[in-house]
């Protein structure tokens, strides 16, 4: 498996369509919301194996990482680990000091395995409870 960063405009298609089945299909978000605009802007990762692309991620600039979404019948293989270290990774490249996500609530352990912490209460989007997590993001120097 290997995870690249990838320019939105160059891959639009596969983004979108892992995200459309990952979170509009399955976890049944409005696709409004999920298709929220901040695609241009954002740094892309993509997650690739020997059957093609079965992942996706994204952070903003300033931070926020999101959209993390992996093909079902490639989940618990360290996908979704993969692809957030990638945007760690990216993270550290940019000097970012700190990261945050929107975790659904159900998999908040997953994240802090990886370094991030629970902020505030629980709170609910696009029909799902999550809650506020951040990493500080180690220096190069």
């Known amino acids: 498996m290997n995870v690249k960063r990838v320019a939105y ?14 979170f509009i299909h399955e976890q049944k978000v409005p696709e409004e919301l999920e298709m929220d605009g901040l695609d241009p802007d954002a740094m892309h990762v993509l997650a690739y194996n020997a059957d093609g692309v079965i992942g996706t991620g994204r952070m903003l600039p300033d931070g926020h990482i999101g959209r993390i979404a992996v093909k079902r019948r490639y989940r618990r293989q360290g996908t979704g680990r993969m692809i957030t270290q990638k945007l760690l990774d990216i993270a550290c490249d940019l000097n970012l000091p700190e ?15 990886l370094g991030f912490v629970e902020q505030g209460d629980r709170y609910e989007e696009a029909g799902i409870d999550h809650v506020r997590m951040t990493r500080k993001i180690a220096s190069k120097e």
């Open 9 to 22: 405009k160059n891959h639009a298609e596969e983004i979108v369509a892992i995200r459309t089945e990952v």
């Open 99 to 113: 990261v945050w996500l929107s975790s659904q609530y159900h998999v908040r352990e997953f994240y802090q395995k």
